[in-house]
């Protein structure tokens, strides 16, 4: 290639290349507009994962709490009556939650009750509050009668502080459904065995 052929060459790619620099003006704005587009459908995502984190204690608690109670009842023929009795290391309270157990009025045997309530409250008006039950039920086969442990796991309907609940579970536990709470924090079922 002769020397002035490759000059013009060269210099017309260096024109080429200084003319092209940057982006216009609407390629700008449609990447704007796909990037609020994008924003506006994840955001409000995003922003509900932190109030699931936070409820994911109260879930986790309560399931530790309710599978407590049973091996408890196992062992002691009674329910626990304090968390300090079930040695899980959960606070009474927490920063969002506040932690109790209740017992359900009812006699068998060695005076242990038939149903306990074990209760997480939230102490944030945005949060919802989680109650478990444990009872001692009975099945009856063709020639006796075994005795089973039933947990229910329990959520409000919608988030709201709630006040402390009294027995939000009957006596003997519905899986079907869940009690109302008087003060108005409806409960659905979470899950049943």
């Known amino acids: 290639m002769k ?4 000059a013009k060459f060269l210099q017309h790619f260096a024109q080429k290349c200084s003319r092209e620099k940057g982006f216009t003006l609407i390629e700008l704005l449609v990447v704007i507009i796909i990037i609020g587009i994008l924003a506006a459908i994840a955001l409000p995502s995003f922003l509900n994962q932190a109030t699931k984190a936070r409820q994911a204690e109260a879930k986790q608690n309560i399931g530790s ?20 009795d079930l040695g899980l290391g959960i ?26 309530n074990n209760q997480s409250v939230s102490l944030n ?3 919802r509050s ?11 086969t063709d020639d006796h009668t075994e ?9 409000t309907r919608q988030a709201s502080k709630q006040p402390a609940l009294d027995q939000i579970l009957q006596s003997n536990i519905v ?3 869940c009690q109302s709470d008087p003060s108005g924090g409806a409960y659905r079922l979470m899950n049943g065995r």
Do not use: D
């Open 130 to 140: 989680y109650a478990g039950g444990v009872a001692l039920g009975f099945v009856a």
């Open 125 to 127: 008006a945005n949060l």
């Open 91 to 116: 606070q009474t309270q927490t920063v969002h939650y506040r932690y109790s157990i209740s017992p359900v009025e009812g006699i068998i045997g060695n005076n242990a009750t038939l149903t306990i």
């Open 3 to 6: 020397t002035e052929f490759k």
């Open 175 to 177: 899986l079907s459904q």
């Open 147 to 155: 005795a089973v442990v039933l947990t229910v796991l329990c959520e």
């Open 65 to 84: 709490m309710n599978r407590a109670q049973t091996a408890y009842m196992i062992e002691n023929e009674i329910f626990a009556a304090t968390l300090s």
